[in-house]
């Protein structure tokens, strides 16, 4: 009786093994810091997505943009408080979003748009496409991405 116990107690844990591995995301994303940055500037902003992978895991996403001399959108108080009352977001807000969005998917899955960003989204998902593949090669030099739309 001990031994088909033994047997049986084996047999699931090889099963719940399988089952765990299965079912996690296979990743094949190589260590390092990941940019892709929109070839042309857009209303004044070049939209840019940074990664980190760190084990094979996406632990870190910056999706922001920058005006010609360098300034951080999502800390434009004047243009988020514009873009807030006629769209109903801002650049602080959905820039988290959507990094947010591609780090708990490890880039697996879809990203959801936000009402009122939705040609950033359009964006967003270009840049994430060409970081995700620099991250599958190792290539860490800044890819320059078509982002027009």
């Known amino acids: 009786m001990k031994g088909i116990r033994k047997k049986a107690m084996g047999l699931l844990l090889i099963l719940t093994i399988f089952a765990l591995t299965a079912c996690s995301p296979k990743t094949d994303l190589q260590d390092g810091y990941y940019t892709a940055q929109a070839a042309e500037f857009s209303h004044g902003w070049k939209e840019y997505i940074t990664i980190m992978v ?51 998917g490890q880039g697996n899955g879809s990203i959801d748009a936000l009402s009122g960003a939705s040609s950033s989204h359009s964006s967003f998902q270009k840049l994430a496409t060409t970081v995700l593949e620099q991250a599958r090669q190792g290539d860490s030099t800044i890819v320059i991405v078509d982002t027009s739309h």
């Open 54 to 104: 760190k084990g094979g895991t996406i632990v870190s996403v910056e999706y922001n943009a920058e005006n010609a001399s360098g300034f951080i959108k999502s800390w434009d108080n004047a243009y988020m408080q514009t873009m807030l009352h006629s769209n109903g977001t801002y650049p602080n807000e959905y820039t988290r979003y959507y990094a947010n969005q591609l780090l708990e």
